[in-house]
Each structure stands twice: as structure tokens, then as C-alpha cells.
């Protein structure tokens, strides 16, 4: 019987020890995971039904011009026979449009700055009210809603809305598929630049879909429920 208290107190001492050694090399709560990242290459990493391999993180301290990345982490991010390879991108003091927030299916990802030696990888559960950008062909799921970039076309030359020589040299067009409770809705819109405006309103049922930023192959999205709805 002692051998076995031995035994047992030996396996809780282990198991704690180990519980606090992953506690410190990544955070985690019931939406959000954080881990620390090392410049170059660093470990695949398991969160939930995704592995995420950080190919590499690149640095520099003083970047090129204001177009150019302070950091920049190349991801690759797996979920059962679904791949996804991308890039993360900071800019330092400036709100850029860039990649960051990413969405993918249920996630997003970014990237958190807590002092100039530590760089972590954060992936958030996809929320109302956050902005989040998504590239053409993916998918971004937020509660029972799937927005789906469905399709872009790239048109050059285009005129004013009232036919009048227009600033912008070309525009795009953007299909988004809409799904929830079984419903379908596909929604069409231009890009920003076409109607001079820095933001877009869509509608379809309860959801309101904020366009903020348009590029040919990314979105910046904001999603919230309509006043009543649940």
C-alpha cells in the first residue's frame, strides 16, 4: 500500500509539473490561444482540430518604407483534408490594410506584440463585432453564418457612376455567398474605391456585413446581428 501512495503522489507531482510548463509556453481560454514565437523557424503546434506550423518569423527593426512589414510570420494551417498557407503581417504604429486579422472557417489569426522581444501567435474564435479579413476562395464562419468569397472580378477603365471621367483607373467586383438555417444569399457590391466611400453597409436577414476594405483578393469584413436580433 505505501508503494502505491508513492506511486500515485510521484504521477500527480509529474502531472502537475507538466501542466505548468505548458501553461508558460502558451496561453489559453475558452476563445483565445496564444503562443510565443521565436524568430526563423519554430514547433508545429496543436490547438483544438487545427495543426499550425509557423514557417517562419522574420523581423527587421527598421523596415524599407511605410509599405513594408515590421514583422512578418509565413503560417501554414491544417484542419483534417483542409490546407491553408499564408502570411501574418505587422506594421508597426500604423493601421494598414494587410492580411491581420486572417479568418479561416472558425479562427482568426493574428499576431500580438507584447514588447519588442515577444512576438505571439493569437487565434481568436471568429465574434460579432470584431473586423476580419479573408481572402478570395475561403470561407468565415461566426456562430450559425458562413460568409463564403465566392468570386471577384478585376475590371479596368471604369467610368463614374454618372458616366463622367472617373479618378479610379479600374475597380472590382466581389461575390459573397450567405448561409444560415438552411438559407442561402448571394450578395454582389463593388469595391470602395468605385463609390468613393471608406465603408459599405450589407444586409441579409438579421446580419449586417460591414465592408471596410477591398482589395482584388481580400476583404475587410465587420459582422454584426441587427437591433432584436438573437
Not at 509556453?25 to 495543426?51: C, D, Q, R, S, V
Not at 499576431?111 to 481572402?135: A, H, R
Not at 465566392?150 to 483607373?169: F, I, N, Q, T
Amino acid at each position: 500500500m505505501i508503494l502505491k501512495k508513492i506511486k500515485i503522489v510521484l504521477i500527480l507531482l509529474l502531472s502537475m509539473g507538466a501542466i505548468g510548463y505548458a501553461q508558460t509556453k502558451k496561453t489559453m481560454n475558452n476563445n483565445t490561444f496564444k503562443a510565443p514565437l521565436n524568430k526563423g523557424e519554430n514547433k508545429l503546434i496543436h490547438y483544438k482540430t487545427l495543426t499550425i506550423t509557423p514557417v517562419n518569423l522574420f523581423i527587421q527593426d527598421k523596415p524599407w518604407n511605410d509599405r513594408s512589414a515590421s514583422i512578418q510570420l509565413e503560417l501554414n494551417i491544417e484542419e483534417g483534408a483542409k490546407k491553408f498557407h499564408t502570411f501574418l503581417w505587422y506594421f508597426e504604429g500604423k493601421d494598414q490594410a494587410i492580411n491581420y486579422p486572417l479568418a479561416w472557417g472558425n479562427y482568426v489569426f493574428s499576431l500580438e506584440i507584447k514588447d519588442q522581444e515577444t512576438v505571439q501567435l493569437v487565434v481568436d474564435t471568429l465574434s460579432f463585432g470584431k473586423p476580419f479579413f479573408i481572402y478570395f476562395g475561403q470561407d468565415a464562419i461566426i456562430g450559425d453564418l458562413k460568409i463564403n468569397f465566392k468570386e471577384v472580378v478585376d475590371v479596368m477603365d471604369a467610368p463614374s457612376l454618372d458616366g463622367s471621367p472617373s479618378d479610379a483607373e479600374s475597380y472590382a467586383e466581389y461575390d459573397l455567398v450567405l448561409s444560415a438555417n438552411k438559407e442561402q444569399k448571394k450578395l454582389s457590391f463593388n469595391s470602395l474605391n468605385f463609390y468613393n466611400k471608406t465603408e459599405m453597409l450589407l444586409e441579409w436577414n438579421e446580419f449586417e456585413i460591414k465592408v471596410l476594405y477591398t482589395e482584388i483578393n481580400s476583404l475587410k469584413l465587420m459582422v454584426n446581428k441587427k437591433s432584436g436580433g438573437k
